[in-house]
């Protein structure tokens, strides 16, 4: 029997990242990270402590086959730890929230709920929580930031007295010694912490009813395929991934192995060239634009030339920190020049969620920089379909940088028009 379960709360700050991390050290032996939205971070940290990849459930930029398929095609592993993205319904317009998700793979929910301060209140968050939604999977929940157990026990009694059908799983105490001095979920460099962090994160947690409550059959949620076919090609991919261009959905590095018949990986920080036998160059995410990244690139240019050399007839697909670098500048710091357009930096974000570009193509855009002019631009980013907006794209040749990132699987006629194919 396999164990699956999604943690979740009535909103950001509750603690889902400390009980999610703790409880994937835990069960790091076999475990299945993955992560309900669009987000790069928390996969990111998801992977780094449990040595798996998570992957993204996302059922704005697909539909509920396809979320249920990219489920099921990695739910390899004993235990399925799905974080949640915001509060249990956030998302709920877009059609992606952890109820969404939840409801749709019948998974149980766990709730993490900041206690502190409050005892009998939390019985009546819960009940609103539950009633909201009728089909809701709702079936446990972990206190966070309790002084005691005389604490704990308080509100314990209330949500049984009132509750028939919620597990009280347990606590986890206030001012954990272990996250003195972290910031766990932004910073990796706190994962040399993460067993302290999970031995004190679950002390006070019930496992075994925990995995009583997630233990599940394991029934395959669709059985066919549910995009367009694949037809492989025999062109050789380069995708520039390393600590500057880190974000990427991993179906999306699976996916262009199964279309491309050679896939390599290229570090800019280290310096290395695209090979003369690339047809095409995919640059992640990331960041360039930070002194600390843009420092680790600055000097790389043998790089930076045999990018250039390639895209004088051969495609270049990037994304976000990609398209910056495909520019001229960011600011004060050059970058390759490829494309003729310059970036700055600014204060507040210029874009944050999701995105339709001009072919009504599905995807997810966060960034402060913005185009410091918007001509030559090729496609416009909009909150809504064919709505108005602003330049998010842009191409010379066969060179396409854009702010959105997409999956690639379900859209599989876009990428072979802009991979040049």
């Given at each position: 029997?396999?164990?699956?379960?999604?943690?979740?709360?009535?909103?950001?700050n509750?603690?889902?990242?400390?009980?999610?991390?703790a409880?994937?050290?835990?069960?790091?032996?076999?475990?299945?990270?993955?992560?309900i939205?669009?987000?790069?971070?928390?996969?990111?940290?998801?992977?780094?402590?449990?040595s798996?990849?998570?992957i993204?459930?996302?059922?704005?930029?697909?539909n509920?086959?396809?979320?249920k398929?990219?489920?099921?095609?990695y739910?390899?592993?004993?235990?399925?730890?799905?974080?949640?993205v915001?509060?249990f319904?956030?998302?709920l317009?877009?059609?992606?929230?952890?109820?969404?998700?939840?409801?749709?793979?019948?998974?149980?929910?766990?709730?993490?709920?900041?206690?502190?301060?409050?005892?009998?209140?939390?019985?009546?968050?819960?009940?609103?929580?539950?009633?909201?939604?009728?089909?809701?999977?709702?079936?446990?929940?972990?206190?966070?930031?309790?002084?005691?157990?005389?604490?704990?026990?308080?509100?314990?009694?209330?949500?049984?007295?009132?509750?028939?059908?919620?597990?009280?799983?347990?606590?986890?105490k206030?001012?954990l010694?272990?996250?003195?001095?972290?910031?766990?979920?932004?910073?990796?460099t706190?994962?040399?912490q993460?067993?302290?962090i999970?031995k004190?994160?679950?002390?006070?947690?019930?496992?075994?009813?925990?995995?009583?409550?997630?233990?599940?059959?394991?029934?395959?949620?669709?059985?066919?395929?549910?995009?367009?076919?694949?037809v492989?090609?025999?062109?050789?991919?380069?995708?520039?991934?390393?600590?500057n261009?880190?974000?990427l959905?991993?179906?999306?590095?699976?996916f262009?192995k199964?279309?491309?018949?050679?896939?390599?990986?290229?570090?800019?920080?280290?310096?290395?060239?695209?090979?003369?036998?690339?047809?095409?160059?995919?640059?992640?995410g990331?960041?360039?634009?930070?002194?600390?990244?843009?420092?680790?690139i600055k000097?790389s240019?043998n790089?930076?030339?045999?990018?250039i050399?390639?895209?004088?007839?051969?495609p270049?697909?990037?994304?976000c920190?990609?398209?910056i670098y495909l520019?001229?500048?960011?600011?004060?710091?050059p970058?390759?020049?490829?494309?003729?357009?310059?970036?700055e930096?600014?204060?507040?974000?210029?874009?944050?969620?999701?995105?339709?570009?001009d072919k009504?193509?599905?995807?997810?855009?966060?960034?402060?920089s913005?185009?410091?002019s918007?001509k030559?631009?090729?496609?416009?980013?909009?909150?809504?379909?064919?709505?108005?907006?602003?330049?998010?794209?842009?191409?010379t040749n066969?060179?396409?940088?854009?702010y959105?990132?997409?999956?690639?699987?379900?859209?599989i006629?876009?990428?072979?028009?802009?991979?040049?194919?």
């Amino acid at each position: 029997m396999k164990k699956a379960f999604c943690i979740s709360a009535i909103g950001s700050n509750q603690g889902k990242t400390i009980l999610s991390s703790a409880l994937l050290y835990h069960y790091k032996n076999s475990v299945r990270p993955y992560k309900i939205g669009p987000d790069f971070i928390d996969p990111q940290f998801h992977t780094k402590i449990s040595s798996t990849p998570s992957i993204n459930l996302d059922s704005f930029m697909m539909n509920e086959n396809q979320v249920k398929w990219i489920y099921d095609k990695y739910n390899d592993k004993d235990t399925a730890i799905v974080e949640g993205v915001m509060g249990f319904y956030d998302g709920l317009d877009k059609g992606c929230s952890a109820y969404n998700i939840t409801t749709m793979l019948n998974i149980p929910t766990i709730l993490i709920i900041d206690g502190s301060g409050s005892y009998i209140t939390l019985s009546a968050i819960i009940k609103g929580l539950k009633e909201y939604k009728q089909n809701n999977t709702i079936k446990g929940v972990v206190f966070n930031k309790l002084s005691s157990q005389t604490h704990y026990d308080l509100i314990k009694k209330q949500i049984l007295q009132d509750f028939d059908d919620i597990f009280v799983l347990g606590w986890i105490k206030k001012n954990l010694t272990s996250l003195k001095n972290t910031h766990l979920g932004l910073d990796l460099t706190t994962l040399e912490q993460i067993e302290n962090i999970s031995k004190e994160a679950l002390e006070h947690i019930d496992l075994q009813l925990l995995e009583q409550i997630s233990t599940t059959k394991i029934i395959k949620n669709i059985d066919y395929y549910p995009f367009d076919s694949i037809v492989p090609t025999q062109k050789t991919i380069a995708i520039v991934y390393d600590e500057n261009f880190s974000f990427l959905y991993y179906d999306n590095i699976v996916f262009l192995k199964e279309l491309f018949q050679n896939v390599i990986f290229i570090d800019s920080t280290k310096d290395q060239i695209i090979p003369n036998n690339t047809d095409i160059v995919y640059i992640c995410g990331g960041y360039v634009e930070t002194d600390k990244h843009y420092n680790k690139i600055k000097n790389s240019n043998n790089f930076k030339q045999s990018l250039i050399k390639h895209s004088l007839s051969k495609p270049i697909y990037a994304e976000c920190a990609g398209l910056i670098y495909l520019g001229k500048k960011i600011d004060n710091k050059p970058m390759s020049g490829i494309l003729d357009i310059s970036f700055e930096l600014k204060d507040k974000r210029s874009r944050l969620g999701y995105y339709y570009n001009d072919k009504n193509i599905k995807g997810h855009a966060f960034h402060y920089s913005k185009p410091t002019s918007v001509k030559n631009g090729c496609s416009i980013l909009s909150k809504k379909p064919n709505h108005r907006g602003e330049f998010g794209s842009w191409q010379t040749n066969k060179v396409y940088g854009t702010y959105l990132h997409i999956f690639f699987r379900n859209n599989i006629n876009f990428i072979k028009e802009y991979f040049g194919f």
